[in-house]
């Protein structure tokens, strides 16, 4: 099992961007599933982005072209690049990495968008 912990987040205004980061304290290269997800408050969480253990990226209808998900192997790393911001992207998010043997979350990073 690993642990994740999330950066990254902040204010920013509609039509920012920002750069989330998740570190895993362990090496994520064979983990079947790496990816973000969000929790506006009063919802549910939802997935925004995942990425699998080839590389293959999935994403939300609501951010695709928006948002981009990678990952660093090498550094034990996963990042949600975020553009064109709007308010409705306002939410806690977590990062998650999932395989047949363990689960793990993030604590989460909060972003806020406003004017």
């Known amino acids: 099992q690993v642990q994740l912990v999330e950066s990254g987040g902040g204010w920013v205004q509609p039509g920012g961007s920002l750069r989330l980061s998740c570190a895993a304290s362990?090496?994520?290269?064979?983990?079947?599933?790496m990816g973000w997800y969000r929790q506006a408050p009063g919802k549910q969480r939802r997935v925004v982005a995942v990425i699998t253990s080839d590389d293959s990226p999935n994403y939300a209808e609501s951010v695709k072209g928006r948002f981009t998900i990678s990952k660093d192997n090498a550094k034990n790393m996963v990042y949600l690049q975020m553009n064109s911001l709007q308010p409705e992207d306002t939410a806690v998010y977590s990062c998650?990495?999932?395989?047949?043997?363990?689960?793990?979350w993030g604590q989460g990073t909060q972003v806020t968008v406003s004017s």
């Open positions: 998650n990495a999932w395989s047949p043997r363990f689960v793990s």
């Open positions: 362990g090496s994520i290269k064979n983990i079947d599933v």
